[in-house]
């Protein structure tokens, strides 16, 4: 069973930046697709980032020049640095696992981006 664990959320200016963790245990987390997901209030959670077993990485058109995702498998954990933070990106930051056994979400942090 894997678990996931997010952490690095918070109240943060407009224009600021936050790291979010997303640190994993069980099965061997080099060989896990990693995903960061959010979820706004009243909406559906969406796709932020992905990041391969290779590091290749994407990202939706909305964060892909404030946003970068990473990860460190010698610390089983991935990371999405965002900077430039704005109000809508208010939301509950997700991180999950595909792996083969199956797809694993985190609690969620959340960021609340506000002056």
């Known amino acids: 069973q894997v678990q996931l664990v997010e952490s690095g959320g918070g109240l943060v200016q407009p224009g600021g930046s936050l790291r979010l963790s997303c640190v994993a245990s069980?099965?061997?987390?080099?060989?896990?697709?990693m995903a960061w997901y959010r979820q706004a209030p009243g909406q559906e959670r969406e796709l932020l980032a992905t990041?391969?077993?290779?590091?290749?990485?994407n990202y939706i058109d909305d964060v892909k020049d404030r946003f970068a995702i990473s990860r460190d498998n010698a610390k089983n954990t991935m990371y999405l640095e965002m900077n430039s933070l704005k109000p809508p990106d208010t939301a509950v930051y997700y991180c999950?696992?595909?792996?083969?056994?199956?797809?694993?979400w985190g609690q969620g942090t959340q960021v609340t981006v506000s002056s």
């Open positions: 999950r696992a595909s792996t083969p056994t199956g797809n694993y």
């Open positions: 990041i391969n077993t290779s590091h290749n990485k």
């Open positions: 069980g099965g061997i987390f080099s060989g896990f697709f």
